[in-house]
């Protein structure tokens, strides 16, 4: 299959500047899946969640995620 795949994603720490140890941060993302051929759409998904930093290496992260599927099933 060839297409196209696009994501943008962005992360805000609340009351940090910065990604550091012990930040609380909101996730959201979006991503679309494209085909170069019939069905041209393919996959669209959107998300959004709440982080928690536990060190530079290592976070945890939960939230919700709605997909849109083309069926390409008849």
Do not use: C, H, W
Not at 6 to 15: D, H, I, V
Not at 46 to 72: D, H, S
């Amino acid at each position: 299959m060839a297409g196209l795949y696009y994501k943008t994603r962005g992360t805000l720490p609340k009351g940090y500047n910065t990604m550091s140890k012990k930040a609380l941060y909101t996730s959201v993302y979006n991503e679309m899946f494209l085909n170069a051929q019939s069905p041209v759409f393919d996959r669209y998904r959107i998300y959004g969640g709440f982080g928690y930093v536990i060190n530079k290496n290592f976070r945890v992260e939960t939230g919700l995620m709605a997909q849109i599927q083309e069926n390409t099933r008849p």
